[in-house]
């Protein structure tokens, strides 16, 4: 039986799942794997803090020489979250000739490619299945499963605070706070989690989606990103009024003329689209390509033990050799240009805010005909104080079309616009010849 040291930074949510499930299956890893796994050291920010019963017993520290200089450690599994110290341990377990394993999409989003290049040239392993989509095994399926074909789009729910939310929202009216209070005692948020509700996270994983997928290193900025914070019970019922249901989706597409187009933001779709039944912390990944067609990925994006899963699927892996890591192409990215205003074609739901009094519903409408903007639906509300709660929705149409129609209506009198999401865009029929 071979046997390895294994030191742990973090014990929080996912590292006490990891620890759980070290335990619980041991004498399974055994007999199916002739492995055995120790934790010969856990470093933490505070060693007084109560931990779960069942970790209580473990070496704890504050002190990351305990892992990092620690010659019988074999491995080290980095789950304390954020860029600048994880990127240092990472750093330093990997020239130590350490294998790695993390959860850490903050870092590998931005990072990712130049530590996977460090970790072969120290010829130890790095894997990062956990940091994308939680429980969800999309990196491997992405890297070995669908490496034979072209990818055209991915449509995701990947962020599952903010899906619990609005589920919560929807099907029990709780507030947005009280949702969001909710998602962080069962531990499915970031330490800060202004990255989950403004779609922060989800374009973190979006980023090692596009790298996978489309060979091409993207930065937050190239996202166009909303949160949902702005969605109100009012927009829910609106949109489940008029038959769809509506996401925090991350999408990635590549158009006809090789552009890519990036957005996470809240996108309608219809009730009956599969990625419209993904409730609470689960997340799905919808992915579009030439040979396969659709494929969907469902599964728990957050949470203990499914997280934790993945990370062990990682150690498994590891020392099993059983499946290559999920690793981002190591040649040059691609030179794939992002898609502008012109490129972003969608139908949109629109809400405004507009004065109560004859003939105003004609004027928001002369601000859309000029840039030959059709509605496909529009809705007024009864009057509340002076004035009406309109919603449109529109025909496709181009980011560079509405922009100057919302410009025009921003310093219109008697109409203010509130906000505006896009519905989900449907890929082109998938030509094979
Ligand atoms: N929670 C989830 O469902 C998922 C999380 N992830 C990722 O997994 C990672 C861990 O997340 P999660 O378990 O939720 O986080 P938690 O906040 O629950 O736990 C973080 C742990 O890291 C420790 N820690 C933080 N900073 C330091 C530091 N500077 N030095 C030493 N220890 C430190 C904390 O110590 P102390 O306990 O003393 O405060 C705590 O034990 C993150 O990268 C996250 O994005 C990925 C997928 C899902
Ligand atoms: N905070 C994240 C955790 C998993 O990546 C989420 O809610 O999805
Ligand atoms: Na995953």
Redesign the pocket.
Known sequence: MKSYRIGI???????TGVVKILREQAKTYAKRFNVAFEVVQV????TE?LRDPKTQDLPIS?D?KSILENPHIDIVIE????VK?AKHIIEQALKAGKHVI?????LIAADGRRLAKLAEENQVGLYYE??VA?GIPILRALSTSLSPDEIQQINGIMN?TSNFILTQMRQHKLSYEDALKLAQDK??A??DPTNDVQGIDAAYKLRILTDFAFGKQVSQNDIQMTGISTITQTDLKDVSDLGYEIKLLATVSKSAANKLQLSVAPTLMPKDHPLASVQNENNAIFVNSRYSGGLMFYGP????YA?ANSVVADLLALVTGSAAPAKFNTHPSSSLALAGPKDRIASRYMVFKVADRPGIIHKLSAFFLMSNINFRNIRQYDPVDDSTRVVIITYPASDAQLNPVKTTIRQARGVSFIHEYKLLVEPKENSHD
């Open positions: 930074f973090g014990l929080g949510t996912v590292a470093v933490v920010r505070d803090k504050d990351p789950l304390i979250g954020g110290i993390t959860a850490n999409k903050d956990a940091a939680g599952g531990g499915f970031e330490a994006g957050a949470g203990e997280t």
